[in-house]
């Protein structure tokens, strides 16, 4: 089993940054694809960014790219979400995600749905 951790979250002001950290034990993450979700009051849970095993692959929701960067540190067993320029709209729960297939470093899933391991969420609130 895996436990993911997540810390970091807090009130920023708009045009702020922000690092979310997660942090995996139970078992070496090194090739799970790990991703970040967030969801705000009344909306879907929706992906913010994912990463893959290998680190090759990152995927962006278009409203965070050129804004967000989520990498990995194997060594540390932990991922990040590097947040800049904030806005509003960013307030939300995140939470950090974790899942495998097989032997895949590549494997970077983009739905809530096919990931099998969620944190507890960290409360991210950025006022204008």
């Known amino acids: 089993q895996v436990q993911l951790v997540e810390s970091g979250g807090g009130l920023v002001q708009a045009g702020g940054s922000l690092r979310l950290s997660c942090a995996a034990s139970?078992?070496?993450?090194?090739?799970?694809?790990l991703g970040w979700f967030r969801q705000a009051p009344g909306k879907e849970r929706e992906l913010v960014a994912a990463i893959s095993g290998s680190g090759s692959t990152t995927v962006y929701a278009d409203s965070v790219k050129d804004r967000f960067t989520i990498p990995r540190d194997n060594a540390k067993n932990t991922v990040y979400l590097e947040m800049n320029s904030l806005k509003p709209e960013d307030t939300a729960v995140y939470y950090c995600t974790a899942e495998r297939r097989g032997g895949s470093y590549s494997y970077t899933p983009r739905l809530a749905a096919q990931y099998g391991y969620w944190g507890q969420g960290t409360q991210v609130t950025v006022s204008s």
């Open positions: 139970g078992r070496t993450v090194s090739n799970y694809a």
